[in-house]
């Protein structure tokens, strides 16, 4: 429960551990678990009321290149996702501009998250550059939001014009696995980020490729 505790104080009043220490056995096992009882009832209650309308690029992998989307879930997206959204959650200004320059391998044709991080990530340069405070709750929040909105280019020839207010909804989940990798990042580093976001996909996506039926 103490795991519990520290990850609501964290969402209540984000901050930084002093020094950071490893996130094993028992707590991790246990904060994946509250990840995910949060995340798999979402998608439940999405798929539900028929949010599962719109196409999804991973739906064709899974039938076509399955062992394609294990790759890319559990090895590329944690190595490339943490250091451009979690690394520079430090405020130093090396890893603010780590986490820009690695924002540029995520060009693709859904570009208005990119834009907005892009003045996000430019906006705390300038502040830290000129030695003034972060709201750490402001960059925590932020981080995670352009996270889950950079997941938007798994929905193909999605229209934004006219179905614009799904996109929280269909966003919520990875917006709350953010706030809980940004805990993770601040309190026990960015290699257990890293881990905990493969293991997390893995969860999720090894299941999908053995059990998916188109």
């Known amino acids: 429960m103490k795991t519990l505790e520290n990850l609501l104080s964290f969402l209540k009043a984000p901050y930084r551990a002093e020094s950071y220490t490893n ?39 899974l ?19 943490e250091p451009i ?17 690695l924002s540029l391998l995520l060009i693709n044709n859904i570009w208005y998250p990119l834009v907005l991080f892009w003045i996000y990530l430019i906006y705390l340069l300038v502040k830290v550059d000129r030695g003034q405070t972060l709201n750490l709750k402001f960059v925590v929040y932020f981080s995670a939001a352009m996270f889950s909105l950079i997941h938007m280019v798994n929905f193909r020839e999605f229209d934004y014009w006219n179905y614009f207010y799904f996109v929280p909804l269909l966003v919520g989940a990875q917006f709350f ?38």
């Open 23 to 61: 996130l094993r056995g028992y707590g991790f096992l246990f904060l994946l678990i509250v990840t995910l009882v949060v995340v798999v009832p979402y998608a439940l209650i999405l798929e539900w009321a028929g949010m599962d309308q719109f196409d999804n690029i991973m739906l064709e992998l």
């Open 63 to 81: 039938e076509n290149q399955k062992w394609l989307v294990a790759v890319l879930a559990i090895l590329v997206a944690p190595v490339l996702e």
């Open 85 to 101: 959204y979690r690394l520079h959650l430090d405020l130093k200004k090396s890893s603010i501009i780590w986490s820009l320059g």
């Open 177 to 214: 696995v953010g706030l809980v990798l940004s805990y993770v990042r601040l309190n026990h580093g960015m290699l257990w980020a890293v881990i905990f976001h493969a293991v997390y996909n893995a969860v999720l996506v090894i299941p999908a490729i053995y059990f998916y039926e188109p």
